[in-house]
C-alpha cells in the first residue's frame, strides 16, 4: 500500500516515505526526512532537521520532532535525531536534535510511550520499553536505560542516568543517576526502595529480587540516588548478572 498525504500538509522534496506511512492534515515536513513504514502522523506535527524514523510509530497533534536545541552554545551545526519502532508520541511532545557536545545525535529505540508534553532535549538516549509520563521533562545528555517508569511533570537534569526497571515517582526532581530497579521520589528525590511492582511484573524470580535488595541495602544503606563515580561502578558490576537475565548486557 503506497503512503497516504493529506492535501494540507507540506513535504519537501528531501523526505522520503516508506510503505504505508499516513500523514495526516496540516503537518509540516522539511528537511533530511526518512520515515519507514507503519508510521503515522494524525495531524498538525512537525518533523525538521536530520530525523530519521522507523517502523510503526504514532504521532499524535502538535508534537515537534527534530526541533533545534534549546542550547545557547547551539550554532546551527548539522546534527541528527534518531527514531526507533513501534513507538507512540503523544500530543505536544518536544524532542531536540544532537549538538556537536553530545556526538551530534540525540537517540530514540523502540517500544516507549512518551505522553502529553513530555520533552526529550538535545543528545539524550533512550532504550526501549519506557513510559515517561503526562509533562516529563529531560534536560541534555540524558540516558534512560530500558522498562523505566517516570511519573508525571518529573524533571530530570543533564547528564543524568537512569537505570533499568526503576521507577520515578511523579512531581520529582532527579539530579543524580538512578539505581536499576529503584523506586525514587521527591525534590530532590530520594530512593524509598525497591520498584517491586515493577520488577514482579516483569517477572523476576524471588532469588534475583533478594539479590537486587541486598545490593542496594549493603551500597547505599537506603540513602539516595547515587553520590560518587566509584560508588556507581561498583553498584553496576553487581547488577550486571542479574540485568544479563533480562537484557542481554548491563546498560550504564
Do not use: W
Request: with cysteine; net charge positive.
Amino acid at each position: 500500500m503506497t503512503s497516504q498525504i493529506h492535501p494540507s500538509s507540506s513535504l519537501s522534496k528531501s523526505v522520503q516515505l516508506g510503505e504505508n506511512v499516513i500523514i495526516g492534515p496540516y503537518c509540516y515536513l522539511e528537511g533530511n526526512i526518512k520515515i519507514d513504514s507503519g508510521t503515522v502522523l494524525k495531524s498538525h506535527i512537525s518533523i525538521t532537521g536530520n530525523t530519521s524514523i522507523g517502523k510503526d510509530n504514532i504521532f499524535y497533534p502538535f508534537s515537534n520532532i527534530g526541533c533545534d536545541p534549546q542550547d545557547q552554545k547551539f550554532s546551527g551545526e548539522d546534527s541528527f535525531l534518531e527514531i526507533g519502532n513501534s513507538n507512540i508520541f503523544r500530543e505536544n511532545v518536544t524532542i531536540s536534535k544532537g549538538t556537536k557536545d553530545g556526538g551530534m545525535l540525540t537517540k530514540i529505540k523502540d517500544n516507549n510511550l512518551f505522553m502529553t508534553g513530555v520533552h526529550i532535549a538535545h543528545d539524550c538516549k533512550i532504550n526501549n520499553n519506557n513510559i515517561l509520563v503526562n509533562q516529563v521533562t529531560l534536560g541534555g545528555h540524558v540516558n534512560i536505560n530500558d522498562y523505566v517508569v517516570i511519573g508525571g511533570l518529573s524533571a530530570v537534569i543533564q547528564f543524568v542516568t537512569i537505570g533499568s526497571y526503576s521507577m520515578v515517582g511523579g512531581m520529582s526532581g532527579i539530579d543524580k543517576n538512578v539505581l536499576p530497579f529503584s523506586l525514587v521520589i521527591g525534590n530532590r528525590a530520594k530512593l524509598r526502595g525497591l520498584n517491586l511492582v515493577g520488577i514482579r511484573r516483569h517477572k523476576f524470580n524471588k532469588d534475583q529480587i533478594n539479590k537486587i535488595n541486598n545490593l542496594h541495602e549493603t551500597f547505599i544503606n537506603k540513602d539516595a540516588i547515587l553520590s560518587t563515580d566509584d560508588k556507581v561502578e561498583k553498584i553496576f558490576i553487581e547488577y550486571k548478572s542479574i540485568l544479563n537475565e533480562k537484557l542481554g548486557h548491563i546498560q550504564k
